[in-house]
C-alpha cells in the first residue's frame, strides 16, 4: 500500500516561504497544486529603540533549516517519499537588508528589517539632493524615496556599523535582501554558496533599473554603494544552486519571487489587469500591467511582478503597499495584551459588530501608500466612555479594510478600468468577520481561494517550472482550477461611505505627527 500511495504523487514541490512574522516551508504535488505538508515557526522581531525593527539573520535561517526538518518528517509520517521533491522555491519578506561576511558567513549586524525607520534622516539628507524637475530614482526604480527600501538601510549600515565599513574595506562583505541571504546560506554559504537574487527582489533595493533590468550604476553612485558587494540578478525561475545541507541535499533551488510577486503568481493573475490583495504583517495590493511599466499618479509603486525563466518576458505591476495590517494583530496581542492568540480578535470583534465611533490609524511605521507621510505615527480616536477593548479590536479589523480600500482606490484611478471583485490571501483571510468587513467597505465582493498559502504556491510554481527541472506547467490549459470561497457586500452603499469619510479624517490627524527624530544617529 505504501509503495503504491507514493507511486500515485508523482514529483513534489517545496517552497520556503520566508515572512517577515513566520518561516514556513510547504510541500505542494506539482500535477494537483494540492498542499501535502508543512511547518511554521515564529520570527522574533527586536525594536532596540523606537523605531527600529531588527530580525536575527541566523534565527532566519536555522528557522528555514528547522521547517525543512519538520515538515519532511511529517512527510514520512504520510508514507510519503521525500525523494519525491524535485525542487524548492524560496519567496521572502522584501527590502529587508543583511550585509555578512563571505568569509565566515556570518552575519555582520542585524537584519534591517522593511518596516524600520532610523533611515528617515538619511532619506530627507538624499532627497535634498534630487532635482524636483528629475526624479531620477522614481523614474529608474519606480520607487518613492522612502525609508522602506534597502538601499538606505544599506546606507545606513555602511555610515554607522564599523564592523560592515571594515568588511567592505576589506572585500569581505556581500549584501543581500532575505532571500539572497538564504540561497547564498543554502547553497554552502563560505563553501561555495550562490550570491543571487531575483529581478523581483532587486526591483525593491531602489538601486536596479526596472528598464534594463540591471543594477544602475548612477543609482550606486546616489547612494554611494559599491557594487561589488550586490548579488548576480538572475530570473524568478532558473536552477541557481543545489541545497548543500539537511534533509533535502542535492535538490535544486530553482524559484525565488519577492512575497508579493509570488502571491501574484500563486493567484495566477497572469494577465494584465489581474490584481490580489496580501494580507501578512503589512497589505500589498498588486496588479499586473503586463510588459509595460505603468507610472502612479495615485501614490501606488511601478515594481517588477515576475519573469519566469531566462529567456521569459519580464512582467510589470503596480502596487499599492500598506505597512501594517496583520503587525495591529500582533501588536494588541503582545504589546498591549488584549488577546492572547492572534485568532482571539475575530471573537472580540463580534461581539460588539462595531468599532462603534471608534477609529484606529496603525502608522506605526509612517503611512505608505497612497500617502508615503513618514511624520504619521499610530492613533486610536473617536474614543468615550464606553469604548472597550472589543470596539478597539473592531477597529484595528476595519483600518485594515479602509487601507485596502484607499489603495484599490488609486489602483482604480491609476487603471481607468476598476475591478469588478477583488481576491485575496494571506494569513488573514482565515478571519470571516475581517473578509465581511472587506467587501462591506470597498462595495464588491472579495473572493479567497481555499488554499490561502498562495505566496508559496507561487514559490513552488516557479520552481517547479524551472529550465532542468519542468515538472509544473504554467500553461493557462494545465492549471488546476481554484475552488474560491466569495463575500458579497451586505451594507448599504450610503453607510460604507460615510464610514470611510471618517476613516479619511483619522488619517489627517494621524499625520504631521513626527519632526526628523532625533533617536536616528548612530549605534548605542
Given at each position: 500500500m505504501a509503495a503504491a500511495k507514493k507511486a500515485v504523487l508523482g514529483p513534489l514541490v517545496g517552497a520556503v516561504d520566508q515572512g517577515t512574522s513566520?518561516?514556513?516551508?510547504?510541500?505542494?504535488?506539482?500535477?494537483?497544486?494540492?498542499?501535502l505538508s508543512h511547518h511554521q515557526v515564529?520570527?522574533?522581531?527586536?525594536?532596540?529603540?523606537?523605531?527600529?525593527?531588527?530580525?536575527?539573520?541566523?534565527?532566519?535561517?536555522?528557522?528555514?533549516y528547522e521547517c525543512i526538518e519538520k515538515t519532511c518528517e511529517k512527510l514520512g509520517?504520510?508514507?510519503?517519499?521525500?525523494?519525491?521533491?524535485?525542487?524548492?522555491?524560496?519567496?521572502?519578506?522584501?527590502?529587508?537588508?543583511?550585509?555578512?561576511?563571505?568569509?565566515?558567513?556570518?552575519?555582520?549586524?542585524?537584519?534591517?528589517?522593511?518596516?524600520?525607520l532610523r533611515t528617515q534622516s538619511t532619506v530627507e539628507n538624499l532627497s535634498k539632493r534630487i532635482p524636483g524637475n528629475n526624479n531620477f530614482v522614481k523614474s529608474k526604480t519606480g520607487l518613492p524615496l522612502s525609508t522602506y527600501f534597502s538601499a538606505v538601510k544599506l546606507r545606513w549600515l555602511l555610515d554607522n556599523v564599523r564592523k560592515v565599513q571594515k568588511a567592505v574595506e576589506e572585500d569581505r562583505a556581500l549584501f543581500g535582501t532575505i532571500d539572497s541571504w538564504l540561497i547564498w546560506s543554502l547553497t554552502g554559504g563560505a563553501n561555495g554558496g550562490v550570491h543571487c537574487t531575483d529581478v523581483?527582489?532587486?526591483?525593491?533595493?531602489?538601486?536596479?533599473?526596472?528598464?534594463?533590468?540591471?543594477?544602475?550604476?548612477?543609482?550606486?553612485?546616489?547612494?554611494?554603494?559599491?557594487?561589488?558587494?550586490?548579488?548576480?540578478?538572475?530570473?524568478?525561475?532558473?536552477?541557481?544552486?543545489?541545497?548543500?545541507?539537511?534533509?533535502?541535499?542535492?535538490?535544486?533551488?530553482?524559484?525565488?519571487?519577492?512575497?508579493?510577486?509570488?502571491?501574484?503568481?500563486?493567484?495566477?493573475?497572469?494577465?494584465?489587469?489581474?490584481?490580489?490583495n496580501t494580507y501578512g504583517t503589512g497589505c500589498f495590493l498588486l496588479c499586473n500591467t503586463g510588459r509595460k511599466c505603468v507610472f502612479s499618479e495615485h501614490g501606488l509603486l511601478t515594481t517588477v511582478a515576475y519573469k519566469l525563466g531566462r529567456d521569459k518576458p519580464v512582467y510589470y505591476a503596480l502596487e499599492g503597499s500598506v505597512a501594517i495590517a496583520g503587525a495591529v494583530i500582533r501588536w494588541l496581542r503582545d504589546n498591549l495584551g488584549?488577546?492572547?492568540?492572534s485568532e482571539e480578535i475575530e471573537k472580540l470583534a463580534?461581539?460588539?459588530?462595531?468599532?462603534?465611533?471608534?477609529?484606529?490609524?496603525?502608522?506605526?511605521?509612517?503611512?505608505?501608500?497612497p500617502y508615503?507621510?513618514?511624520?504619521?505615527?499610530?492613533?486610536?480616536?473617536?474614543?468615550?466612555?464606553?469604548?472597550?477593548?472589543?470596539?478597539?479590536?473592531?477597529?484595528?479589523?476595519?483600518?485594515?479594510?479602509?487601507?485596502?480600500?484607499?489603495?484599490l482606490d488609486a489602483m482604480n484611478r491609476d487603471c481607468g478600468i476598476p475591478l469588478s471583485h477583488l481576491q485575496v490571501d494571506g494569513g488573514m483571510t482565515n478571519n470571516k468577520i475581517l473578509m465581511q468587513l472587506q467587501a462591506d467597505i470597498l462595495y464588491i465582493p472579495v473572493v479567497k481561494p481555499s488554499m490561502p498559502e498562495t505566496t508559496a504556491l507561487g514559490a513552488a510554481m516557479a520552481?517547479?517550472?524551472?529550465?532542468?527541472?519542468?515538472?509544473?506547467?504554467?500553461?493557462?490549459?494545465?492549471?488546476?482550477?481554484?475552488?474560491?470561497?466569495?463575500?458579497?457586500?451586505?451594507?448599504?452603499?450610503?453607510?460604507?461611505e460615510i464610514r470611510y469619510s471618517t476613516w479619511k479624517k483619522a488619517v489627517m490627524k494621524s499625520v504631521g505627527w513626527v519632526t526628523t527624530q532625533s533617536s536616528e544617529s548612530g549605534i548605542p
Open positions: 513566520s518561516t514556513r516551508f510547504l510541500v505542494f504535488n506539482s500535477r494537483t497544486a494540492e498542499l515564529e520570527i522574533k522581531q527586536e525594536f532596540p529603540r523606537e523605531g527600529w525593527v531588527e530580525q536575527d539573520p541566523k534565527e532566519i535561517l536555522q528557522s528555514v509520517q504520510l508514507n510519503i517519499d521525500i525523494s519525491n521533491i524535485k525542487a524548492i522555491g524560496v519567496s521572502n519578506q522584501r527590502e529587508t537588508t543583511v550585509v555578512w561576511d563571505k568569509l565566515t558567513g556570518e552575519p555582520l549586524y542585524n537584519a534591517v528589517v522593511w518596516l524600520d523581483t527582489n532587486a526591483s525593491r533595493t531602489m538601486l536596479f533599473n526596472i528598464h534594463s533590468l540591471e543594477w544602475d550604476k548612477e543609482l550606486c553612485e546616489f547612494f554611494e554603494i559599491p557594487m561589488k558587494i550586490l548579488p548576480n540578478v538572475r530570473s524568478s525561475s532558473e536552477i541557481y544552486g543545489l541545497m548543500k545541507a539537511g534533509a533535502l541535499e542535492g535538490v535544486p533551488i530553482s524559484g525565488c519571487l519577492g512575497d508579493q510577486s509570488a502571491a501574484l503568481v500563486g493567484q495566477m493573475c497572469f494577465q494584465d489587469g489581474e490584481a490580489k488584549i488577546i492572547k492568540t463580534k461581539e460588539v459588530g462595531t468599532s462603534y465611533g471608534c477609529y484606529f490609524v496603525p502608522a506605526f511605521s509612517g503611512l505608505y501608500a508615503w507621510e513618514p511624520s504619521a505615527r499610530g492613533i486610536i480616536c473617536g474614543l468615550t466612555q464606553f469604548t472597550n477593548k472589543c470596539h478597539i479590536a473592531f477597529a484595528a479589523l476595519e483600518a485594515v479594510c479602509f487601507q485596502t480600500r484607499e489603495i520552481a517547479g517550472a524551472a529550465e532542468g527541472v519542468g515538472v509544473w506547467s504554467l500553461e493557462p490549459e494545465d492549471l488546476s482550477a481554484v475552488t474560491m470561497e466569495r463575500f458579497e457586500p451586505q451594507i448599504n452603499a450610503e453607510e460604507s
